[in-house]
């Protein structure tokens, strides 16, 4: 099949494909020149994932990954939380989610996508890594945020749940 492919012009007298390009190239080197924010992407193998045949969950020790694979990402950690246990009374303060951003010319380059369900791994310290789920994948990134001046989409944003040392471990 053939590719359709119509050139954006939108704002072609003040920015374009060189523009765009050259602003990517910059942001990519401060990001993993001067920034290095890295994160390990642990991603679900859906093929080999063994599920029952109900409701096609995973059974226990049954999701299988591929390689895991490193990126620059910019990271933000988010505050955490206080909340209560069910209906009781007791409060457990649990960790902030993990917000990270990630170019789209990066993924491209890795050939990887990032998916709910996936895992993080994000090095708090020299010795600690702490792990999360992808509980939003990004898909949506056409919105002004994510487009450089209205040109088109240049990142994607994540978000992802802290997990526990039952739920997962690194590989």
């Known amino acids: 099949m053939k590719e359709n492919k119509v050139p954006i012009t939108r704002i072609g007298k003040f920015f374009g494909a060189e523009d765009y390009n050259l602003e990517i190239e910059m942001g990519s080197e401060w990001l993993g020149g001067d920034m290095n924010f890295t994160l390990v992407v642990y ?37 955490p939380e206080n ?5 009781s009374k007791l409060t457990q303060m649990e960790p902030g989610n993990l917000k990270f951003s990630i170019y ?46 209205g040109y088109k989409p240049f990142y994607k944003t ?8 039952n739920e997962f471990r690194g590989l």
Do not use: C
């Open 43 to 79: 991603r679900v193998d859906k093929l080999k994932t063994k599920t029952d045949d109900v409701y096609g969950e995973a059974l226990t020790d049954g999701i299988k990954f591929k390689s895991p694979v490193e990126v620059n990402a910019y990271v933000q950690i988010l505050a």
């Open 158 to 165: 994540y978000m992802a749940s802290p997990v526990t040392e």
């Open 83 to 87: 909340k209560n246990l069910g209906t």
């Open 104 to 149: 789209q010319k990066q993924l491209e380059q890795l050939d990887i996508e990032i998916n709910y369900g996936d895992y993080i791994g994000y090095y708090e310290s020299e010795t600690k890594v702490r792990y999360y789920v992808v509980n939003n994948d990004g898909r949506v990134n056409s919105d002004n945020k994510h487009t450089y001046g």
